[in-house]
């Protein structure tokens, strides 16, 4: 989590993600000085950083790919590990280098070849069509090229001499393409007649396969599938394909596909694919347990419609046989040829007035059954809302039990009555409805953990003394070694503690300690102002023992 300042709030609080209905000429990239980009990548999204009372907007691509941007935090802190700080001085830096296509400041990207003075933004290198794209690596160090020096195909032995691309099947002439009809259209106009299939710009060749593909279809394909999802269109081949994409400049997210998203599952209806039909639609079930119940390996296991697997029986209910139960329902059960014959009428009718009788049966059987359900739905929600009243009304009695006061009396709330309240005061909403949910740029890529970091070295240990000023008030003789590391706290660490005999040891092993590990007599007092108390044990009296001792020493020698 993020560290809290002072005051309370979040140190570096995370970037909000800016919707692009809400994308102005106020809300402007600080690097690009763009919003709303047209490249395919969008830029990495335009995201909001507050920084106390101020807020700017930045690329999540724009910083990742700046030579001297550095991410020191973690994911939650600030833009994805940009901390505000760090980015003004990227800012400051880049604005005196221009771009070589729009030539605007801001341009803190550059060709990763030494020798090359080409500086550019993430967008304008992006949509630079002449006479190739700006590559972007997204792996190790996030590094970028020009057209010049950029990774290239060269290997052409196993290009396939098919003109279409699996992605946009497209086999239209080149010469047909109008640049004013939609990116679509474009890419399905853009062929590989004129000039043949192979590596080139826009195009790319896949390393296992050796077809051709549009550099755009590629990497919208690798939006919507992720890393987990994404391989070759035309042979289905994963490992080589992903290196060979990301090599030339692919950006291949990490994440699972589109379509099995959560907000996607409604339209492919994936949840309903992890369910299986188990109830038994018997005119007449004899399972105790119920319809829905299913016992695999008894009478009751419910078994599916071996053609639509959208109806089922038990075992039991539909008399089938235990070792090999086969069950066809109504709908799927072919006619019979008695019912087709002009030759008994009466067997076809009395057929039909059978399959009529079936089908009010089952019909009255569905209503009974939805209407027991709706049954237990609503006494559920009657509970649930007679609970929800209960704690309503206790919120009330505690709300009614303090008297308002009179700076609160004038205050009118929106949606609310005139003279409800206690003291005809207007009570705010009980809930606020939030429609929009913030987005933070978390689980993107990152930059190496050593990249742009100085490894600050460890600080010298430091040895310090604690000198009393009332040397005569202490209560013991004792002496006190401190080792300071520096640290985030600043905090002082005890390494070892001498008193009695052992603190006057010390004087004859470290001479320049002596003043330190004074070992002199000292005598109690209520005045004493000393750093740190050392309290012995009150059973044995340490300084009757050593004045005993010494007394001995003394006698000893006269």
């Excluded at 002072?6 to 000085?33: M, R, S, W, Y």
């Excluded at 992720?226 to 070759?232: D, E, Q, T, V």
Aim: with cysteine.
């Amino acid at each position: 989590m993020s560290k809290r300042s002072k005051k309370g709030g979040l140190k570096n609080p995370p970037a909000v993600e800016v919707p692009k209905d809400q994308i102005t000429q106020n809300t402007l990239c600080q690097f690009c000085h763009m919003g709303e980009t047209k490249d395919i990548l969008q830029s990495g999204r335009l995201y909001k950083l507050t920084s106390g009372k101020i807020s700017e907007y930045y690329h999540y691509f724009c910083l990742l790919f700046s030579s001297h941007g550095v991410q020191r935090g973690k994911d939650e802190e600030g833009l994805n590990g940009f901390l505000a700080e760090d980015i003004r001085k990227e800012v400051k830096r880049g604005s005196a280098l221009k771009c070589d296509f729009c030539t605007k400041g801001g341009a803190t990207i550059p060709c990763h070849r030494k020798s090359c003075k080409k500086n550019y933004h993430f967008a304008c290198g992006s949509l630079c069509s002449s006479p190739g794209e700006h590559y972007f690596i997204f792996r190790n160090n996030m590094d970028s090229f020009c057209y010049s020096h950029a990774p290239k195909q060269t290997k052409m032995s196993h290009v396939v001499r098919d003109s279409t691309c699996m992605v946009c099947l497209s086999s239209i002439d080149n010469g047909n393409q109008n640049t004013q009809d939609s990116p679509l259209k474009v890419c399905l106009d853009n062929s590989f007649t004129s000039p043949p299939p192979g590596p080139g710009p826009g195009r790319l060749v896949s390393p296992c396969c050796g077809r051709t593909f549009h550099r755009d279809c590629v990497q919208k394909t690798a939006l919507q599938a992720g890393k987990a999802a994404l391989k070759c269109p035309a042979c289905n081949a994963k490992e080589s394909f992903n290196e060979e994409m990301e090599r030339c400049g692919i950006y291949i997210p990490h994440a699972d596909a589109q379509w099995e998203m959560p907000e996607n599952s409604n339209f492919y209806r994936f949840d309903d694919m992890l369910h299986m039909y188990r109830k038994c639609d018997a005119p007449t079930c004899t399972c105790p347990r119920g319809r829905e119940n299913s016992r695999p390996g008894s009478q009751y296991e419910v078994i599916k419609c071996d053609t639509c697997g959208q109806s089922g029986v038990h075992i039991a209910c539909g008399k089938l046989e235990f070792r090999n139960p086969v069950y066809i329902c109504e709908t799927c059960q072919p006619g019979d040829s008695t019912e087709t014959s002009d030759s008994d009428d009466s067997c076809d009718d009395d057929l039909v007035r059978e399959a009529l009788l079936r089908h009010e049966e089952k019909r009255l059987r569905l209503i009974a059954e939805k209407n027991r359900l709706m049954a237990e739905e609503r006494k559920r929600l009657e509970t649930t809302k007679r609970d929800q009243d209960m704690m309503i009304n206790q919120i009330k009695s505690i709300f009614s039990s303090s008297e308002p006061t009179s700076s609160n009396k004038d205050i009118q709330y929106c949606g609310s009555r005139i003279g409800v309240g206690v003291g005809g005061v207007v009570r705010p909403p009980q809930a606020v409805i939030r429609p929009y949910r913030p987005r933070y740029a978390t689980h993107m890529p990152r930059r190496p953990i050593n990249t742009g970091v100085t490894n600050v070295p460890d600080a010298p240990t430091e040895i310090v003394t604690l000198d009393d000023s009332d040397a005569e008030n202490s209560n013991d003789t004792s002496g006190i070694v401190l080792n300071q590391e520096e640290d985030g706290d600043g905090l002082l660490k005890i390494d070892q503690v001498f008193s009695g005999e052992e603190a006057s040891k010390i004087d004859n092993l470290d001479p320049v300690h002596a003043d330190v590990f004074d070992s002199k007599d000292h005598s109690d007092d209520e005045g004493d102002d000393s750093d740190i108390e050392i309290i012995d044990m009150p059973v044995t009296n340490k300084k009757a023992k050593v004045l005993q001792d010494i007394l001995k020493e003394l006698q000893g020698d006269s």
